[in-house]
DNA sequence: CTTGTTAGCGCC
DNA sequence: AAAGGGCGCTAACAAG
């Protein structure tokens, strides 16, 4: 009876959700397929009377009714013309999904309004509930009662062995709390919904204050911008979660083995070594940095503070796997201890990095340093082996041509081996050393690759019934771009780095197929279109390799031979073709083509010349005379680079293409140190935030796109610039074309930009063979 | 035994 | 003094 009240009465007025929900560890677990309700409320504005005067409703769906409840209000959720908002709309969506029901009638998410408003909350309390209704800033309503925390109402200190109340607060499970504490439950849970109708309120007024300016002219208010673009996007993401990733847990289980006998392999090599000179070494867990430390640098001096020193030697607790009963022990207990002290007595290694803390580095930066560019291939017992392997080291060397000056002194002159080489006595210790070095470091990438990917893609928590991989997508970027957790499927290795091929056991089901499309130099373009950049724009209409544009760009001598014909810019094989005829600039001039390459990526990102000279190891006046050729022929950049710093000082926020705002602190008032990451940020957000506009808009096309909807193919990830669907094999080709086709005119079908948007796109089996 | 923090590292 | 933008995740460590 009371279902049809609510049914009646929201169609006029918007609603809220929100659910309590329990079976689920909200910070391991994805909500698709895990979780049940427990209660949710629904409140429609003041004005709704659900009898004796009450305008919000509870539903107990643990005690009340259950799953058949929950079904009343089917039609409810599914009606699209109910508009309702919810607050983080991704979990709840997929926690009623788990009982068959299609939520519709999307029409916000205050999570994703208040990051519309302010994308930098991080430090001022972030965007829960509790947080934004408690900010004046965003809520200035007087009248209003913010949502308190669980902990605040429901939270007891967990008691003491001797009876007396610790510190610890818990909370009883949602259940306890919903049948034993049930009056302030039921209030708690119908205030999120009153709290979230609120919040939408206040912020829907806030942005429909702000102006929405795209392109310099007006298109509206920023609430519009959020109806046009966020809130389809939103429902997208959504989607794009409940479809998931399909991951081949057998292919998986296989990398691991081989992973972990690989990784075995290495460390035994390592710890052998080392056992050399210090005998506990042969037990230590040489992924440790700290005991890594020990034995690289004991008795070094924290670099911030001469006061401060490792200590000689140092104990360390370890597993006891060999079950080892120590002195004054009975029994062999579960760990025991180990003393490492430094490798070499008599020599100190002076330590090139340091961490911020001030203390020698163990990263794989600094490991890597100590190597040298070696394989971790040596024979340890027999050394006539270690000539083979010489001969392998060092870079391979380039291509000259006769009568053009190749630019940088090549670097295989220098000795392969790192700086471990000499304090170790140099010669066969020395390169012994090395090649140990080495070998750790690749235990270290392994491991690596284990931890971070192999072995959590495996988990059960992280996917669904259907075996496939529910990531969330999360706009919660201080850019606009998107984030994934749980598992975070954006940061997977890449081409080289993906040295077990993980990206193969992303796969499409039975009969389908993965298309992986993704733009080409997109944020490159964005520059240019931004700064109005005449060579950038010149060199994306040109086409071809842009590297190798941008350096015949910089050094005349490239330039004069590109001209001469002696090498060539670029070259697409005719058939019957093997070889160029000439050489190739990226082959002749390897060097310049990759300072080149590097600049284009790092002026965008606002990198100094400090930073370029500490990379290069040239000096900073080298650097910036390099960093000067680049801006030789782009003026255009360092112009509009200034003109957003001073945008970023004057009116403390920079704006995207589309026309969404960043905000940053006054630059008053602030470190140089800080104001440096501010003028950073000002010239890189609306590159990097534009760039997430772009890919946005593409998403949102393919998405609305009838023919790839009919044809079966539906999005599944993105990844900044690359998207990824999965549909039917036969019509692969098809869709395909389709996708290109939205990316390269993702604005309502056109391409605003003043250059083209490449994108490339294949049809794959998995996402590694895609590439 | 839990929690938070740091360093390090994967992606674009 | 610090000198590359944006993320999330892990192990190890430190502290409660």
Redesign the pocket.
Known sequence: MWVHLVYELVEVIVSIYAFQVSNIDVKQETPVDHGEITCFSIYCGPEANFGNGKSCIWVDVLDGGGKSLLVEFAPFFEDPSIKKVWHNYSFDRHVIENYGIKVSGFHADTMHLARLWDSSR?TKGGYSLEALTGDLAVCGDKNMVGKVSMKNIFGRRKLKKDGSEG??ITIPPVEELQREERKPWICYSALDAMSTLKLYENLKSKLSGREWKLDGSTKGRMIDFYEKYWRPFGEILVEMEAEGMLVDRAYLAEIEKVAQAEQQVAANRFRRWASKYCPDAKYM?V?????LRQLFFGGAQNSKDPNESLPDERD??IPNVEKVIEEGKKTATKFRTIRLHRLLCDTRIDPEIY???GWP???????KTLAGKISAEFSFTDESDSLQTDANVGNLPETKLPGVEVGAVSECTKSAYGTAYAPFGGGEKGKEACHAIAALCEM??I???L??FI??LQGSHISGKNGRIH?SL?I????G?L??????L??????E??RYKIRQAFIAAPGNSLIVA?YGQ?ELRILAHLANCKSMLDAFEAGGDFHSRTAMNMYPHIRKAVDQKLVLLEWHPQPGEEKPPVPLLKDAFASERRKAK?LN??IA????P???A??WKVSVKEAKETVDLWYNERHEVRKWQEERKKEAQKDSCVHTLLGRVRHFPSMKNV????K??IE??AI??PV?GSAADVAMCAMIEISKNARLKELGWRLLLQ????VILEGPTESGEEAKAIVVDCMSKPFDGKNILQVDLSVDAKCAQNWYSAK
Do not use: W
């Open positions: 991080r510190k610890i867990n992924g440790s940095d700290a005991q360390f607790k961490t911020a803390s580095s163990a990263s794989g930066d600094a490991l270290c990438s491991d690596s690759l931890s971070n072995l959590p990531c999360n919660n970027t201080e850019t771009r984030s994934a957790r749980r598992p975070n954006q940061n997977q290795p890449a081409l780095k993906d993704d997109l590097m990526f790092s990102y606002g990198k100094t400090v930073g370029l500490r990379d470190t140089p140190y800080q440096g990451h950073r940020a890189n957000t990097q990844v900044h610039d690359e």
